[in-house]
């Protein structure tokens, strides 16, 4: 297969399992308490925390030019939503700095996303798979949002942080088709967008644990 038809097949793959998410469902069993907007605004903070910890993890990783500045934006962004999420509580009455989002440690995707050692994998994980999936679940968010009336939380992802997150996803199926040109790094970054969106599904259906929170709106 040339990069091109494989990235199309990836993203259709990809495409076909995020349908089999269900916004409520999604949401749910990753939060810790009431599914309201502060709670899930908590959760977010974790995954853009966690977002910028493995972007930056990797920047620092590889000699590929533009695979290290795809990483830098990234890095970026999610440390901006991480503030802006944080601003955003404050408005509604929660103090960020009371809150430490890796009281918990590394969640599991975040865990395995480290464990990846080429850059073709990490590509295929961490933007184009992670990032599909953060677009659909904010998606849901901003849904939710407007559905309890929270105009400026919706606002807040739908003009800023969905944005930057479908940039991420464009990102990864850029450097994918740069990278993804032999049987071999097809083989991989096609095993580790499964094992992504496997993570990923298992976590939402994992009833909350004893660890806290892992993997929800905004990365
Ligand atoms: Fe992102
Ligand atoms: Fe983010």
Known sequence: MTAA?????????????????????TLKPELAGALNVPNLLKVALRNEIEATEIAARWLV???DVRVKMAFARQAGDEAKHFRLIGDRLKQLGFDPDAIDPLAGGFGPLFTYLDSLTTTVERVAAGQFTREAIAVVKNRQFIEFCDRVGDKDTAALYRDTIEPDERYHHELGRRLLLRLATTDEAQRAATAAARRTLALAEELQKKALATAGIHHAPGC
Not at 5 to 25: H, I, K, M
């Open 5 to 25: 038809e494989f990235v199309a097949t990836l993203g259709g793959e990809n495409q076909a399992a995020l349908r089999g998410l269900e916004p409520d469902a």
């Open 61 to 63: 990783a590889t000699d």
